[in-house]
């Protein structure tokens, strides 16, 4: 890469340029530099700094011609006008210039129809070995011909000093000029600012092509037989979906087109806390020389201790996908057969597995319900319901309902069957009943994968009314219709009318007369 690129993007006097380095000379970079730690199985581990997770009230759009007339502007998606980015973008080219920098080429998305060529530009190594972890990376010769349709400056140690004149949320900005194909970050080290803020793009392009993206991991079994697991974070999407029995295609973000799905991504983004190798081999394996670890806390002799959340329960780990064993070579698959929605509910209302109609899948898919306990998040200490449109609300630039439609559209075409699948609580509420156990979950998920789930018998709950088999395997049958797991069968029913309340406050939203997704008819009704 020649420094009259970096000039045409406004950085001058660029001292040295790192361009597509490999995993060694990165690492190398991190350790000379100061870093990172390395650990015992040779992966290297970084802090993040104050940020330990996303800032989504500080991700702003720059409010354009045609882009701002397809953006649902609101809380997720907020405008920003064209004088104040240009304002931030000096801010970010003073903080580059001058400077040693990493640049780093890569695409999103597997599908040739579909993916798009990205250049990230940053001045910390561990940030360049984050995003080669996580996207696609070109081969040899592609990287010849590489012309990026999208940059990301990245500045992170600048910050806005002018944010209460600008009238934004903090010192901290993450920023997306669709127009020009640029977006730029600062104030935050978080490395998944990088991916999920491309995530939020192919949320924006792919769409408006007619192709359906998803916030959602996926895998394929021997037979061919595509599975999606959509979910929020802490509801398993990436541990169940790492399946030794079936090929990983993805863990996080995917594209559904005419030719079946395709992974957005090259890498896998895990959580780490609680780790443990005997539950999660996978994972837990992937982690050596080229995975990076995030916030972890290690000992003097390089030993992580997976059990420590002293520094955020949002400790991670990237690797490249090539680290799981089992994986998707070609990161696509064709049509799924099966699509599971995970909510981890820790009211313990939710069955362990229910059999969705068409109406419900599109009611769960627009509500994206999971709860929020104590640990996920700084504050904390009851269950908190928490909705995400599609699984996914803080990266969806559109409007839900267009994600819906096309969602709905395939699951008809290709005649999918859905499922929601509870990995939360059962025989009470957080901190009276218990954690779903992995091995009754996976039981779940392997009865939908191979369609000995449509052997069973099947009941309605009350007020959800919701598909559940009466056995399934070896599965103790009291779990599977949640009421049953309770002892007080009183206060289950006044758990479950309150997340039913709940639903049914968050869905007010879809409930427009004539229209097409009106689907509350699908969701839960209190009996008087």
């Known amino acids: 890469m020649n420094l009259t690129e970096l000039e045409d993007i406004g950085l001058k006097n660029v001292k040295k340029v790192y361009h597509n380095l490999d995993y060694d000379e990165l690492i190398r970079h991190e ?5 990172c730690v ?61 400077k040693d920098l990493y640049i780093t080429d890569v695409y999103s998305g597997a599908s040739v129809d579909s993916k798009r060529s990205i250049r990230f530009v940053t ?92 916030h959602c991991s996926a895998n394929v079994g021997k037979r061919g037989d595509t599975a999606l697991f959509f979910g929020l ?18 863990d ?27 539950n999660e081999p996978e994972i837990f394996n992937a982690i050596k020389s080229g995975a990076l670890l995030e916030n972890v806390v290690i000992d003097d002799d390089g030993v992580v201790d997976y059990n420590d959340g002293s520094k955020t329960e949002n400790t991670r780990v ?15 698959a064709g049509h799924p057969e099966n699509i599971i929605f995970l909510s981890a509910d820790a009211f313990g209302v939710l069955p362990p597995v229910s059999k969705l109609s068409r109406e419900q899948a599109m009611y769960y898919f627009l509500s994206g319900y999971t709860a929020k306990v104590a640990g996920t998040e700084r504050g904390i200490t009851e269950p908190v319901a928490t909705f995400s449109a599609c699984f996914g609300e803080a990266f969806l630039p559109l409007h839900p309902t267009v994600y819906a439609k096309l969602l709905g559209d395939k699951i008809d075409k290709h005649n999918v069957n859905v499922y929601l699948v509870n990995t939360g609580w059962t025989g009470g509420a957080y901190g009276v009943g218990a954690r779903m156990s992995i091995k009754d979950t996976r039981a779940c998920i392997n009865a939908i994968l191979d369609g000995s789930i449509k052997e069973s018998e099947f009941d309605n709950t009350k007020v959800f009314n919701l598909q559940v088999p ?59």
């Open 31 to 35: 350790i000379e530099n100061k870093e």
């Open 318 to 332: 990237s690797y490249p996908i090539e680290h799981i064993k089992n994986h998707e070579i070609s990161l696509s």
């Open 123 to 214: 001045e910390i190594a561990w940030q360049a070995h984050f995003v080669k972890n996580m996207f696609i990376r070109p081969t040899e010769t592609e990287l010849k011909g590489f012309k990026p349709q999208f940059t990301v400056l990245n500045a992170c140690k600048a910050v806005n000093d002018k944010w209460k004149e600008h009238g934004l949320n903090s010192e901290v900005f993450i920023l997306f000029d669709i127009e020009n194909n640029l977006s730029i970050i600062g104030g935050t080290w978080y490395g998944g600012e990088l991916k999920k803020g491309i995530f939020s793009m192919m949320n924006y392009w792919l769409p408006l092509e007619g192709k359906l993206s998803m």
């Open 470 to 528: 009466k056995t399934l395997g070896n599965i103790n049958p009291e779990i599977l219709n949640p009421r049953n797991a309770w002892s007080d069968k009183e206060a289950f029913d006044k758990k479950r009318d309150m997340l039913a309340n709940m639903f049914n406050a968050n869905f007010k939203k879809y409930q427009i007369a004539n229209s097409e997704f009106d689907y509350s008819a699908a969701g839960p009704k209190i009996e008087s």
């Open 38 to 98: 390395l650990t015992t199985n040779g992966a290297t581990a970084v802090d993040t700094g104050v940020f330990t997770g996303r800032s989504p009230k500080d991700k702003y759009f720059v409010d354009r011609d045609p882009s701002n007339k397809y953006i649902a502007w609101g809380d997720v998606n907020q405008k920003i006008s064209e004088k104040i980015f240009n304002e931030l973008l000096v801010v970010a080219r003073e903080q580059l210039s001058g």
């Open 252 to 278: 996080d973000e995917h594209g559904w087109d005419d030719n079946g799905v395709f992974n957005f991504e090259g890498g896998c983004y895990a959580k780490v806390i609680n780790l443990n190798g005997n």
């Open 233 to 250: 974070s802490g509801t398993g999407k990436t541990t169940l979906s790492t399946d030794p029995h079936r090929k990983l295609i993805g």
